[in-house]
C-alpha cells in the first residue's frame, strides 16, 4: 500500500476531530441544525487552517443521508463518496489552475441541473482570488441567486484580492491561525496511533516553526519521524525544522549581556555553518527576546512563552536585563528583518544587529581632560543662557512674540503708535552700570553689526549702547519708529542676543530706547539719585572704585561735553587727548 502523507490520513473528517476554529464551527454547525444555511459562503485566512476541510464536513453535514445534521456521521454511502472525492454533486474546483472565464461558464451551465444523488450541489471553489476579472464577473449574478439546491463555498488566502461585489454576496468566515498548545494536542495524537514517542521540546519546536498552520505542522512531524525513527528528539526536531535551541539562546543572551561580541559572533558563525537561514534566525531572536520580556515584566505568564520552555532556568537571565534594552533589541532585529527582505547579504546584516545589540547599551565616559576646552565655555554660557530664559520665563519678563504680519500693515501699525517706554528696566540698568561691560559691548558691536541679516543690521543703524550692567544694556535708538519696529521684532530680538552671545560669552537683555526717552529718564535718575553733586563733593578716584554708577555718569558727561571733543575722545582715546582752554 502507497504510504500517505500524516496531512493527508489525518485530514479531520468532523467538526469536532477540527483545531481551533471554535466560533467557525459552532456557527456553521447551528445553521445545520436549524437550517438556516444560505447560498454562498467565504472561507478566508492563512494556509493550513482548515479551509478546505471545513468546507468538505460541511457539504458531507449538509447532505448527509441522516442530515442535515451538525455533525456527518461519515458512514453513508453519500458521506464516503464525498470524503473519496467521487460524488458528481459535490464538485471541488481549484481556481489557480482554471482561472478563465470558460471553467466558470461550464460550472455556471450546469448548475441549474439537480443533483443527481445528493440534497445540495456544493460547489467548493479553493483560491478562489486566482480567478481571472472577467471570470469573476460571469460568477457574480448565479453567486447572488444560485437555484435552491446549489451552495458556493469560496476558500482563499488572499481575500483582499477578491472584488467587494463577491465578498458582499457571501456570508464570510474568517479562520484564524491555529495555537502553538492546539497544534502540539493534535501532534500528540498522531505520533500516539503511529506508534511514536517524542519529546515535549520537540513537539513545541515544529509548532513554533508551523507559524500557526496544521498542515505544515504535520508535514514537518512526518519528515521528523522518518529522520528519526520511533523515538523523536528534541535535536533531531531543530535539525528537521531549521530552529534553534534554547540553550544556543541562553549562551547567545548571556554574551549580549556581558558585552561580549567575539563569543556572540562565534555562536553566530556556527549556526550559520550549520546551515541556519538568517531570515530564520532573525524571527527566532524576535521571538526569544519576546520571551524574555514577558518573563521580566508579567513572569506567572508561562503559558504564552513561545519559545522558551523551561521559564525557571531563564527566569534569573530575564532579570538582569532591563525591559528597555529588551525593547531595543527586538526593534533592531525587527529592522534588520526588513533589510534582508531586499538584499542576498543576509549574514552581513545579522552580524550587524548583533554588533548593534551589544553596543548599544554601553555608557561611556568621557574624562574631563579630553573635553575642548572651548566647547566647554560654550556648554557653561549656553547653560547660563538657559538658566536666564527660565527666569525671565518664571518673572513674566519674555512674552510672546505677536503674530507675523504684513510688512505693509505692520509699518502702518506702528507708525500710529509711540513706543512703550521701559523706565523700570533702564533705571534697574543704570544702577548696577559699570564702565568695563558697556566697553565690552561696545568693541564688539561693528563685529556683531557684520555677524546679523541685512534687514536686522539696517534698522540698528542708528543706535549706540549707553549703559550696561552684568546682565543686561539700554540701545538707544535715534529715531522712535525704529526702536518701536526693533521691540516688536522677536527675529530681530533673538538674532542679536545670540550675536551678542557668540561674540561676548555672555547672555545680555536688551533694553530699546528712544533717544528723547533716554534722555528723560538718564536726567530724572541722575536728580533722584542725587549723584551729580555727590560726584562734584567727593575724590572722583574713589567715587569710581565705590560707586559702579560713575561709569554711567561718565557717559553722561561725555554726552553733555564739546561734540568735537566727545568725537576725537572716541577715535584716538582719552589718553592721548589733552584738552587746553
Not at 70 to 96: Q, R, Y
Not at 241 to 257: H, W
Not at 286 to 300: H, N, S, V, W, Y
Request: aromatic share 6%.
Amino acid at each position: 500500500m502507497i504510504y500517505q502523507a500524516l496531512y493527508r490520513a489525518y485530514r479531520p473528517q468532523a467538526f469536532g476531530e477540527m483545531s481551533g476554529q471554535q466560533a467557525i464551527k459552532q456557527t456553521l454547525q447551528n445553521t445545520l441544525l436549524h437550517q438556516k444555511t444560505t447560498h454562498a459562503y467565504l472561507f478566508s485566512g492563512p494556509r493550513g487552517t482548515g479551509k478546505t476541510s471545513a468546507a468538505k464536513i460541511f457539504a458531507k453535514a449538509l447532505n448527509c443521508e441522516n442530515g442535515p445534521a451538525a455533525e456527518p456521521c461519515n458512514k453513508c454511502e453519500t458521506c464516503k463518496s464525498i470524503t473519496e472525492g467521487s460524488n458528481t454533486d459535490v464538485t471541488e474546483f481549484d481556481a489557480a489552475s482554471n482561472s478563465r472565464v470558460e471553467e466558470i461558464r461550464d460550472i455556471i451551465e450546469r448548475v441549474h441541473v439537480a443533483p443527481s444523488n445528493a440534497r445540495f450541489k456544493v460547489y467548493i471553489i479553493d483560491e478562489v482570488h486566482m480567478l481571472s476579472n472577467s471570470a469573476f464577473n460571469a460568477l457574480l449574478k448565479t453567486l447572488e441567486e444560485p437555484p435552491a439546491h446549489v451552495v458556493f463555498i469560496l476558500a482563499t488566502t488572499e481575500p483582499h484580492k477578491l472584488p467587494l461585489t463577491i465578498i458582499s454576496r457571501c456570508q464570510r468566515f474568517d479562520f484564524k491561525p491555529i495555537t502553538a498548545p492546539e497544534i502540539i494536542e493534535r501532534m500528540e495524537k498522531v505520533i500516539g496511533d503511529i506508534g511514536v514517542t517524542a519529546e515535549t521540546g520537540a513537539l513545541r519546536a515544529i509548532a513554533q516553526a508551523a507559524t500557526g498552520g496544521m498542515r505544515d505542522a504535520l508535514s514537518m512531524l512526518d519528515q521528523a519521524v522518518s529522520f528519526s525513527g520511533d523515538e523523536l528528539t528534541t535535536s533531531d526536531a531543530l535539525l528537521v525544522t531549521g530552529a534553534i535551541g534554547e540553550e544556543i539562546f541562553y549562551q547567545l543572551a548571556q554574551s549580549i549581556q556581558a558585552k561580549d561580541a567575539g563569543s556572540a559572533l562565534s555562536l553566530l558563525h556556527e549556526l550559520i555553518a550549520e546551515g541556519k537561514d538568517v531570515g530564520r534566525l532573525a524571527e527566532d531572536m524576535i521571538t526569544f527576546f519576546r520571551d524574555m520580556l514577558l518573563l521580566g515584566t508579567a513572569p506567572e505568564l508561562t503559558d504564552l512563552l513561545e519559545l522558551i520552555s523551561d521559564g525557571d532556568k531563564f527566569q534569573e537571565l530575564a532579570q538582569e536585563f532591563h525591559s528597555d534594552e529588551l525593547y531595543r533589541y527586538i526593534d533592531i532585529l525587527s529592522k534588520t528583518q526588513q533589510e534582508m527582505r531586499f538584499s542576498n547579504h543576509g549574514k552581513v546584516y545579522i552580524e550587524s544587529a548583533l554588533l548593534k545589540m551589544i553596543h548599544s547599551g554601553e555608557q561611556r565616559q568621557v574624562s574631563t581632560s579630553a573635553v575642548d576646552p572651548e566647547m566647554a565655555q560654550k556648554l557653561a554660557v549656553l547653560e547660563q543662557t538657559v538658566r536666564q530664559l527660565q527666569q525671565q520665563l518664571a518673572t513674566g519678563a519674555v512674552q510672546q512674540a505677536a503674530e507675523p504680519q504684513a510688512p505693509a500693515k505692520r509699518a502702518a501699525s506702528t507708525a500710529s503708535r509711540s513706543a512703550k517706554v521701559p523706565t523700570g528696566k533702564i533705571v534697574e540698568v543704570l544702577k548696577a552700570a559699570t564702565k568695563s561691560d558697556i566697553q565690552v559691548i561696545r568693541e564688539q558691536w561693528a563685529g556683531m553689526m557684520q555677524s546679523m541679516q541685512r534687514s536686522h543690521a539696517a534698522l540698528l543703524e542708528e543706535t549706540e549702547p549707553v549703559a550696561a550692567s552684568e546682565k543686561a544694556f539700554v540701545l538707544k535708538f535715534k529715531y522712535e519708529i525704529h526702536c518701536l519696529m526693533a521691540s516688536e521684532n522677536a527675529t530681530l530680538q533673538a538674532g542679536l542676543s545670540d550675536a551678542l552671545l557668540r561674540l561676548t560669552g555672555k547672555g545680555y537683555e536688551v533694553v530699546y530706547v528712544a533717544e528723547e526717552s533716554w534722555l528723560e529718564v538718564r536726567a530724572d535718575f541722575i536728580r533722584k539719585s542725587g549723584l551729580a553733586s555727590q560726584k562734584s563733593k567727593e575724590n572722583p578716584q574713589q567715587f569710581e572704585e565705590e560707586q559702579p554708577t560713575s561709569a554711567f555718569m561718565e557717559e553722561a558727561s561725555i554726552e553733555d561735553a564739546d561734540p568735537l571733543v566727545t568725537e576725537a575722545e572716541k577715535m584716538f582715546g582719552k589718553d592721548f587727548i589733552t584738552i587746553e582752554e
